[in-house]
């Protein structure tokens, strides 16, 4: 990687910066006629996979929103998502009777996306959408879709645009493949 130390690992280019500027200006559109009529939506980023993408998604939507965080973890390698999912930092506000957006960075087993969908359900929002910049459905353990997807992937690790291997590039403009050497 030009200009730094890019570890043990060398990552390839999987979906360049255009694309996924073109492509959330598309997803905007629907979100926008999904939510019309919407007094104020709520976006919830789950940390801190979605920092990149919520930033970018909410400057494209030309609807009036909230925007609020929630941080879940899973366990594990830093390389495997776990199945146990605790919540690390919760909402600042309440949902109840609000429309709300989920934004998550990618629905790979589906387990962290269950388990916040339940825990903001019970706080019975008026509508509970979602969206998910990437989505593995080949590693899914639990039958979930987000409402709306950014790209499908193969079962591949990948970093950037927000997302990380142990917190190394979430700051590359582009989502790339993680490839170690043999
Ligand atoms: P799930 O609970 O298995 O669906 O895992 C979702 C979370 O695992 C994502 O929000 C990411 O934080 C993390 N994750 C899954 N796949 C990858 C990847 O390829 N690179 C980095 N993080 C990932």
Redesign the pocket.
């Known amino acids: 990687m030009g200009g730094r130390d890019a570890g043990p690992y060398r990552i390839d280019e999987m979906i360049p910066a255009e694309a996924i500027a073109e492509r959330i200006g598309v997803l905007a559109r629907e979100i926008e006629a999904h939510f019309a009529g919407t007094r104020q939506l709520v976006v919830v980023g789950?940390l801190?996979?979605?920092f990149i993408f919520i930033a970018d998604l909410v400057r494209a939507l030309d609807l009036v929103v909230e925007v609020d965080f929630l941080e879940a973890s899973?366990y594990g390698n830093?390389?495997q998502?776990?199945?146990e999912?605790r919540i690390l930092k919760d909402l600042s506000s309440g949902i109840g009777g609000r429309d709300v957006l989920v934004v998550?960075?990618?629905?790979?087993?589906?387990?962290?996306?269950?388990?916040v969908l339940k825990l903001l359900r019970a706080r019975a929002p008026a509508r509970l959408e979602t969206i998910a910049l990437?989505d593995?459905p080949s590693?899914?353990?639990?039958d979930i879709r987000a409402t709306w997807v950014g790209f499908e992937i193969p079962d591949?690790?990948?970093?950037g645009y927000g997302?990380?291997?142990a917190q190394r590039d979430r700051n590359l403009p582009f989502i790339g493949q993680?490839v170690r050497p043999e």
Request: no cysteine.
């Open positions: 789950l801190r996979g979605s899973s830093a390389m998502s776990s199945r999912v998550e960075d990618i629905v790979d087993t589906g387990h962290t996306l269950h388990h990437l593995k590693r899914r353990e639990v591949a690790f990948v970093v997302i990380d291997y993680v």
